[in-house]
C-alpha cells in the first residue's frame, strides 16, 4: 500500500471559514467557530482520512493589518504555517470577493508561493448565486496562478469532498504523521480553554472578546471517571471583570454551562468546570500568556 501524507494549511482572511472548514474535514469540532471575527489565535491542527491519504488540516489565524502584538503573533503564526505546508488553500468568502485584505494576501501569496501548491476555495456560496461565482473565479485566477479552484460550503458541505479527494492526491508520498484514530494535534486543556473562550466571545460584545484569554490551570481525573477542570480568564480592567461576571454572576455562569456541556460531549464523560476572573492589565505584553495560546511571544515584536 502506497501512503500519503501532509500538511494542508487554511490561510484567509478572519471569518472566512477556515475553522468550519477544518473541523468539517476531520469531523469533529476541534477549532473554535464564531461570526465575529478573529477568533482563532493560534495554529491547530486536525487530521483526516482520505483514502491511503492521511491529511493534516493547518486552521491558521485570519490574515489582517496588525495593531496589537497579539495580532502580529497571529498573523505572523498564519504565515508561518502556509509556509511549512505541503499545500495551500485560500479561502475567500464568496459574497464579499475581492477586498483590500484579500489583495494583501494574494501579495503575500506571491512569497511563500514559490514551489508549493496553492489552491482557491471560494467559500460560503450558499449565500451567492452562482453566476457571481464564476466571475470571481476567473478575477482571482488572473491575479494568481492556483492550481485548482473549488467552490465550496464549508457549513453546508457543498464541494467539501471533492476537495478533500484532490488534496489526498496533491500530497507527497509518506507515512502517516499521526496514528489513524488520532483528530487534532493540540492539547486537551488548550481545547478545553478554547471552548470556554467560544462561549465568551458569542456572549460579550464590542472589543471585550479580544482583550481576553482563557487558560486552563488544573486538570484533575477523579475516580468516579470524570475530570476537574479549574480555568482562569484573564482580563485587562475591573470593569470587564464585571461584565464577565455579569448581574449576580449570570454571565459566567452561563458561559461556564455552555462550554461545560460541550466539553461532556467531547470528552464523552462528565465534566466539573470552575472558571475564575482575574484582572491582568499587562497580560498582552507577558510571554507566558503567548505560549500558552501556543504563540511566538518575539512574533509580536518588530
Ligand atoms: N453561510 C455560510 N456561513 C459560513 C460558511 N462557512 C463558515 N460560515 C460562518 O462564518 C463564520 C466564521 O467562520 P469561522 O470558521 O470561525 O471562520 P474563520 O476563518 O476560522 O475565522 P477566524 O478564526 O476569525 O480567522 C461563522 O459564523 C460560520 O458559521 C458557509 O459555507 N456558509
Ligand atoms: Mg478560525
Redesign the pocket.
Known amino acids: 500500500m502506497t501512503t500519503r501524507a501532509g500538511f494542508i494549511a487554511l490561510i ?1 482572511e ?7 472548514l477544518l473541523n468539517r474535514m476531520v469531523g469533529a469540532k476541534v477549532s473554535i ?3 465575529k ?4 489565535r493560534a495554529r491547530i491542527r486536525g487530521v483526516a482520512m482520505e483514502g491511503d491519504a492521511q491529511l493534516v488540516f493547518v ?1 491558521t ?2 490574515l489582517f493589518k496588525p495593531r496589537r502584538r497579539l495580532d502580529r503573533a497571529m498573523v505572523a503564526a498564519a504565515w508561518g504555517g502556509a509556509a511549512d505546508a505541503d499545500v495551500v488553500v485560500l ?1 475567500i468568502e464568496a459574497h464579499r470577493g475581492i477586498t483590500e485584505g484579500v489583495e494583501r494576501i494574494l501579495e503575500g501569496l506571491e512569497e511563500i508561493g514559490q514551489g508549493r501548491t496553492i489552491a482557491l476555495a471560494i ?2 456560496i ?2 451567492v448565486p452562482s453566476e457571481k461565482l464564476l466571475a470571481l473565479t476567473s478575477d482571482l485566477n488572473e491575479r494568481y496562478p492556483f492550481a485548482e479552484t473549488f467552490m ?5 458541505g457543498y464541494g467539501v469532498e471533492d476537495l478533500r479527494k484532490w488534496l489526498a492526491a496533491e500530497l507527497p508520498e509518506g507515512p502517516w504523521l499521526y496514528p489513524e484514530d488520532q483528530i487534532a494535534d493540540l492539547p486537551m486543556r488548550m481545547i478545553a480553554a478554547e471552548m470556554t473562550r467560544e462561549k465568551l466571545t458569542l456572549r460579550l460584545h464590542q472589543e471585550l472578546p479580544y482583550q481576553l484569554t482563557v487558560e486552563t490551570e488544573n486538570w484533575e481525573e477523579r475516580k468516579d471517571g470524570s475530570a476537574k477542570i479549574d480555568q482562569v480568564i484573564y482580563v485587562m480592567r475591573d470593569g470587564h471583570k464585571g461584565i464577565v461576571l455579569g448581574k449576580r454572576g449570570e454571565t459566567i455562569k452561563a458561559v461556564s454551562q455552555a462550554a461545560r456541556a460541550e466539553l461532556e460531549e467531547f470528552l464523552d464523560r462528565k465534566v466539573h468546570l470552575f472558571l475564575q476572573v482575574k484582572v491582568r492589565p499587562n497580560w498582552l505584553e507577558e510571554s507566558e500568556r503567548y505560549s500558552e495560546m501556543g504563540l511566538d511571544f518575539k512574533d509580536g515584536n518588530a
Not at 478572519?14 to 468550519?20: D, F, L
Not at 465550496?152 to 453546508?156: K, Q, V
Open positions: 484567509g478572519p471569518n472566512a471559514g477556515k475553522s468550519t467557530v464564531t461570526h471575527v478573529q477568533t482563532t486552521d489565524p485570519g479561502m467559500n460560503k450558499d449565500k465550496i460550503s464549508a457549513e453546508r
